[in-house]
């Protein structure tokens, strides 16, 4: 690897601006495993040279790349009573990077396919460019489709396989067609061996197991709707009996920093507001959460978002 790419992939595990998903795929990227990604940049007043330094990199290594518009983002910073308080925290940008011109082509012509609502070609085409493997491209396809989905999931089992494949293969940016998938193996080792060698800080703290002890009160419920399905425009819900429950769980403190709101899937029907202890590990980008026992309730738990515009 040049030193141009290894400047790239440095910058990458310091900056302040990327969070660990857009860490991740940089860095993949930058280490030429990816032959394109899509990642965030975040700007706020700490951090305002970072956009310049990135592109600087991205210069020095030929790499060709689309930035996208400054838009603003928004973070939760405090529980008051029955109010999830939000505030403008700064500007974000998306990048699509790309490895030279020819994958440019090709993300050309995956937009295209888009508008022209070919799904299932674009997805074939996406999955190439984003290095998801070919069979697990091909059961996305499939689960585009409702019939699909009624035929081979309950509400609760279809949550369940996403949890199962983001456990299994942490490091992977498409969700695996299933938790055996060969593919999906060789791929994830693949990436860890590339995160160990070039990466070692960004693996060490991305890899961690960190374990907290926090209050989290259930927010809003996780509800697949039929327009899911390519090419349908109905809200109905794709399952109409509910054997399980996908919550989000939001963290009364700050953890890391930051009030987390969690996936958390459940047989249980939980009330909204409900506070419980909880004891969280999170490790890569997943939480795997114990709940305790319930403390108390919160009526009328809502969220107060500004939309302020920059
Ligand atoms: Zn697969």
């Known amino acids: 690897m040049n030193r141009q790419r290894r400047q790239l992939i440095d910058f990458a595990q310091h900056a302040a601006g990327l969070d660990n998903a857009a860490k991740l795929k940089l860095i993949l990227f930058a280490a030429g495993v990816k032959p394109a990604t899509f990642f965030a940049l975040r700007v706020s007043p700490q951090n305002l040279d970072e956009k310049q330094h990135l592109e600087r990199h991205l210069k020095a290594c030929k790499l060709p790349f689309i930035a996208g518009k400054a838009r603003g983002y928004e973070e939760i910073v405090g529980i008051k009573g029955d109010t999830v308080q939000w505030k403008m925290r700064g500007t974000w ?31 074939r085409v996406g999955g190439t460019l984003y290095d998801y493997a070919p069979c697990c491209v091909e059961h996305y396809i499939k689960e585009h489709n409702v019939a699909f989905l009624r035929k081979n999931y309950s509400y609760f ?54 374990k907290y002890a926090v209050d989290v009160v259930v ?41 987390y709101l969690y996936s958390y899937l459940t047989r249980l029907a939980l009330k909204r507001g409900t506070v419980f202890t909880a004891r969280v590990t999170m490790q890569y980008n997943h939480a795997d959460i114990a709940l305790g026992k319930p403390k108390r309730a919160i009526k009328n738990l809502h969220h107060e978002r500004h939309f302020t515009l920059l």
């Open 219 to 259: 927010d809003s419920e996780s509800e697949l709707n039929e327009d899911f399905a390519y090419g349908i425009a109905s809200s109905k819900p794709v399952f109409a009996k509910k054997d399980g429950h996908e919550f989000a769980l939001l963290t009364l403190k700050p953890v890391e920093g930051h009030y």
């Open 93 to 123: 940008y998306g990048y699509d990077v790309f490895a030279d011109r020819a994958q440019v082509a090709q993300f050309k012509k995956y937009l295209s396919l888009v508008q022209r609502k070919k799904h299932a070609d674009a997805d």
């Open 157 to 210: 089992s279809y949550y369940k396989h996403l949890h199962d494949a983001e456990r299994a293969f942490p490091l992977l940016m498409h969700t695996a067609c299933s938790t055996k998938c060969a593919a999906s193996k060789k791929m994830n080792a693949a990436y860890a061996a590339t995160l160990k060698k070039y990466a070692p800080a960004f693996w060490k703290t991305f890899s961690a197991a960190r």
